[in-house]
């Protein structure tokens, strides 16, 4: 029988049979006080009566994080061993940490522990239909509110699977606990450590729960691959194709490229909005849930996500209207990195499993600030292994500190801060699928035309819409039966194949330097930018 109440440990030990082995899987001894499994109500009462947060007037749970409103990847690392010596990619995204002074801090919060109230889970990531690509997990955390984030986000387990479920990976995640810089080994007080040998992971000294599903992001990320499964930092869907045969779209993306809120389609139905993998059946999702930005969400804009924000989700740093409880999504006080997260069952059209065939369109989303890519083009192989390897966005004036004009931004595989392995491992496993399952790539450029940022205008989502539309329903096909094919034209300077023309969309559009007053500007900036691709290509 699973408790669900707060009993003694002593109690849990004699009456609930999953709790004691969670406890002996994480090495405690006596906590003051333990919660195993609690379901998504009790978790919300707990976290209201211990002052973590407040109900919004959707029913949705509002918390802050604290000092840190993000990720802090300068206090990521990784255990080298033997196991990762020589196939983790170090450098300036994954940075060591010694073997001994992990042990020596896992004693330490193991210690610190025995003194707290705790919040015990069992969950799974990634395949939900292939057990040899699955990690079970338990999860360990000190505040009501992270062990609801990690019910959403997780994969969930039912009741009469908890007896025979078997960990394989620990998370102990503790804002509390703050590291000895000196003594530790760490940069900070902070740190975010995995240690893959050991299948742990550490968190302390921050309170943002998304330390801990890019955390275990990270470690499928190192060992998916070895089973030729393709880690995927994307959101995808699937929809009926012109052939009445299910057509599955995957869309890249760096954060404010628009990944989420694409691939929110109410014509198809959603797979996951950012952690996929890509196996021999097809691709499945990681996740179980959706952790999506709500900086200046509206209902008009994005109807799936804010009426998904209902009671069990979770909205991070935001504030409310003066007087009230309605969450004003405006309000960017605490930080722009505003979240909301929720099970993904929360989107009507979810699909469940969260599994699909393979891909038979991948959608590249950048935010190109300098205003020079165009808004669409068809990749080959060869281009699409390339631009994965770029990563490209880039950041405009008022989104970080210090940014005043457009700034590249490269993140190799669009994730490369979660990506454990050299990056060409993953583009040429990237390269070998698209081949094999004959996969259609387009680049598509959500930011600005008619010049750079500041300049120009931001392309509108519903061009953006139409774009996705026609490449998923064939319209933008070169073969095209019916309309006698789309022509196209290669970019001057890029030698990206863009469509001349699309329905709903106007044809100016289509090619950027036709929406520069100068085109001679458009020319020289369009050269700049290439020539930092051509550079960053080059250095990997």
Known sequence: MVIEQAQPFANLISLNFPAERAIEFLGLNDPAELFFQLPPAALIEQAIQQGEGQLTDTGALQCTTGTFTGRSPKDRYIVRDDLTETTVDWGRVNLPFDPQRFEQLHRRMRSYLEYETIYVRYARAASAANEAQQLNLCILTTSAWQNLFCYNMFQRVANDELTRFEPDFTILAVP??????????????????LNLAKRVLLIGGTGYAGEIKKGIFSALNFLLPRQQVLPMHCSANVGVGRDGKPNVAVFFGLSGT?????????TRQLVGDDEHGWNDDGI??????????????????????????????IVENTRFNAGTSTVDYTDTTITENTRTSYPINFIDNALNPSVAGHPDTIFFLTCDAFGVLPPIARLTTEQAMQYFLLGYTAKVAGTEMGVSEPEATFSACFGAAFMPLPARQYADLLGEKIRQHSTTVWLVNTGWTGGPFGVGHRISLAHTRALIQAALNGTLDPDMANSGGVRYQAHPVFRLSVPASCPNVPDALLDPRQTWADGAAYDAQASELKARFDQKINAL
């Open 176 to 193: 509390e606990f703050k590291a000895n810089p000196a003594e530790d080994g760490t940069r900070s007080e902070n740190f975010a450590i």
């Open 258 to 266: 628009g990944k989420t809120t694409l691939s929110a389609d109410p």
């Open 284 to 313: 499945f999702n990681f996740e179980g849930g959706c952790y999506a930005k709500v900086v200046d969400l509206t209902h008009e804009r994005e109807p799936q996500i804010y009426d998904a924000i209902r009671y069990g989700a």
